[in-house]
């Protein structure tokens, strides 16, 4: 179960189908709202999972994880939650940080070309830094998709609140 009543939403959400367990953990923020766009869209083509994947994860483990994802017979959709760097103004919650632009832009270029290459290749530390949250699920991507010969359009890039947030699309 998650929920967004911690940021004045009375809204509940269930990630899949059915009742979580009692006692279930609640989802992390990036799961119920990924939970949220799949209900909200109607979302029944298959069964759905979450995997959280945490900032400080390396990016070797993320690309093993991504393959382990891909590795099946079936086909596999993956909707891809995480914010780029947090530092893009003096009000943002990381306060500015002069390398949060270009961090940012590479990871839009990147996510806009399918390119799995450049998000494999980028910084950990740096992502870490700039309070960019999504490095480990993009990398998680990019080993799901290497090889898979994808294209991407980038639909969105923007930094409202300070924070990078990008919507791609990827087929």
Do not use: N
């Not at 009692?22 to 992390?28: E, N």
């Not at 949220?36 to 995997?51: F, I, M, Q, Y």
């Not at 530092?87 to 940080?97: E, F, I, M, N, Q």
């Amino acid at each position: 179960p998650g929920s967004f009543r911690g940021f004045g939403a009375a809204v509940d959400v269930v990630l899949g189908s059915g009742t979580p367990a009692p006692g279930a953990a609640p989802l992390p923020a990036s799961l119920a709202v990924g939970a949220w766009l799949l209900a909200d869209h109607g979302w029944a083509a298959c069964p759905v999972e979450g995997l959280a994947v945490g900032t400080g994860c390396p990016p070797g483990r993320c690309a093993e994880l991504g393959a382990g994802l891909a590795a099946g017979p079936a086909r596999t959709a993956l909707l891809v939650l995480g914010d780029g760097s947090a530092c893009r103004t003096v009000k943002a919650p990381g306060y500015l940080d002069e390398r949060a632009a270009p961090y940012d832009a590479l990871a839009a270029e990147a996510l806009g070309a399918a390119d799995t290459a450049a998000l494999a290749g980028l910084d950990p530390v740096l992502a870490e830094e700039l309070g960019a949250a999504g490095r480990a699920p993009w990398q998680v991507l990019a080993g799901a998709a290497a090889g898979a010969g994808l294209a991407g359009k980038l639909l969105y890039d923007e930094a409202p609140y300070g924070v990078g947030y990008f919507v791609a699309a990827w087929s």
